[in-house]
């Protein structure tokens, strides 16, 4: 099946949504006989580049055209169906792989496992204009190992109208918010939307870095072995027993359906449901980011980015490099059209994002102001253990009412363990 670009917010889950996609196809994106030519595109295929398949119509056509405008070289895209993430990880063992791809990361495993090349140097000049946000979990020991395409985020919807008439302000505080969601439920509309599962696999590590907190800190440490990790989740529990949440809509948080149709007064949504819901409300909404928790605390939002990388196996690393240079650096129409044409996502430098027509006023532009003073990424240190630990123990507390101080201690000693085990891998 396809997806969108939104499955790059593992951020928000703290999970790999890439699970979710169908079997891998075989296309190796070479030659019939396997190879890929000369970096001059003597052998007739010059670089192999693979993208995982978009949900959103255009997109193919789209980075097909921006392929076919470089002159060094000949480009041939791939456009991969199926489970993308699995794909391109089998690929990387092989010499069958491409030169350039796509991926949302890399891994920790294929930076330590000398998969990718190492760009840092294609940054020089630019490296502040990209979202650091986006950047971060791309860096790994002082080095940049790809380039942010775009970014994509999460952010909480609110009907005007409807705050209005039960005399809410828009929450700026996490206490704010399960007030303004209890007085906002009634008997045909739920105060918020979090998704239908209460927001264990939408919210993720968002209320933590509200806090102050994260997942990960700078220096490879748990980030949320504190007090104020179990207030803030125990607000998201109290939600669910007020009966505030809205449970089993139509569709889920990614989708803005039960917004738009008044179901809820607030959704926990992303950036990407922006345009259908303007196109429905007009301006009888307002965005914001999740609100701060404790006088520690900070408005937070969850972004992503899927980035270009260099496969290490690659005999083409210098034309690669610059063909990545080209597209995601210097060119900077196709970086604006990629990320406003085909769905509905922010630049990942900074200084396209502040020039678009699209995301200059009203809540898109908010919006760029959240994700440019109010965003975190999912840490490079965060592995899946830790992510599949942390989302069954929010899971319980939310729906089950399980103590958050206990649900917590168990995770912070699988994160502890995880994060030991991957830097073993280093030393």
């Given amino acids: 099946m396809s997806i969108s670009r939104r499955t790059v917010l593992a951020a928000g889950s703290g999970l790999a949504l890439a699970g979710a996609l169908t079997a891998c196809g075989s296309n190796t994106g070479r030659d019939e006989d396997g190879s890929s030519g000369g970096p001059d595109g003597g052998g007739g295929a010059g670089l192999a580049q693979w993208y995982h398949q978009y949900g959103e119509a255009g997109t193919e056509q789209a980075v097909r055209r921006y392929a076919a405008a470089y002159k060094k070289t000949k480009v041939t895209v791939q456009w ?14 092989t010499a069958d792989g491409p030169d350039v791809f ?31 946000a986006v950047l971060a979990p791309k860096t790994y020991d002082g080095k940049i190992w790809s380039v942010p395409q ?23 505080t996490l206490d704010e918010l399960v007030d303004a969601a209890k007085k906002l439920t009634d008997k045909k509309t739920k105060g918020l939307f979090l998704g239908n599962d209460g927001g264990a696999g939408a919210i993720g590590g968002t209320p933590l870095y509200a806090a102050g907190l994260s997942l990960v800190t700078d220096d490879g440490k748990v980030g949320f072995d504190d007090p104020a990790a179990a207030r803030a989740l125990g607000k998201l529990r109290q939600l669910y027993a007020d009966k505030s949440l809205l449970l089993g809509a139509p569709t889920d948080w990614s989708d803005p359906s039960a917004f738009v149709q008044g179901l809820t007064a607030m959704q926990w949504s992303g950036l990407w449901a922006l345009p259908a819901v303007q196109k429905a409300l007009g301006d009888d909404f307002g965005v914001l980011p999740f609100p701060k928790d404790g006088g520690s605390g900070k408005p937070s939002v969850p972004v992503g980015a899927y980035g270009a990388a260099v496969n290490a196996r690659s005999k083409q690393q210098a034309a690669a490099k610059e063909y990545i240079k080209w597209l995601w650096i210097e060119q900077a129409e196709f970086q604006t059209d990629f990320a ?23 809540a898109a532009a908010d919006a760029v102001t959240y994700a440019t003073e109010n965003a975190y990424a999912q840490p490079l240190l965060w592995t899946p253990a830790s992510a599949t630990a942390y989302q069954d123990a929010l899971s319980r507390i939310i729906k089950d009412g399980a103590n958050p101080d206990t649900e917590l201690k168990k995770v912070v000693r699988t994160a502890n363990a995880e994060l030991q085990r991957v830097k073993k891998k280093t030393s």
Avoid: C, W
């Fill in 80 to 93: 991969r169906p199926g489970n993308y993430d699995q794909q391109t990880a089998a690929a990387l063992l």
């Fill in 102 to 132: 796509e991926v949302n990361g890399p891994t920790l495993d294929q930076i330590q496992g000398g998969q990718v090349v190492d760009l840092t140097d294609l940054f020089e000049g630019v490296k502040d204009d990209f979202n650091q």
């Fill in 150 to 172: 775009v970014v994509d985020m999460q952010i909480l919807f609110y009907r005007k109208s409807l705050l209005k008439a039960a005399n809410v302000e828009p929450p700026q």
């Fill in 340 to 362: 406003l044409s085909y769905g509905f996502h922010i630049p990942a430098r900074t200084s396209l994002a502040k020039k678009a027509d699209k995301l200059k006023s009203g």
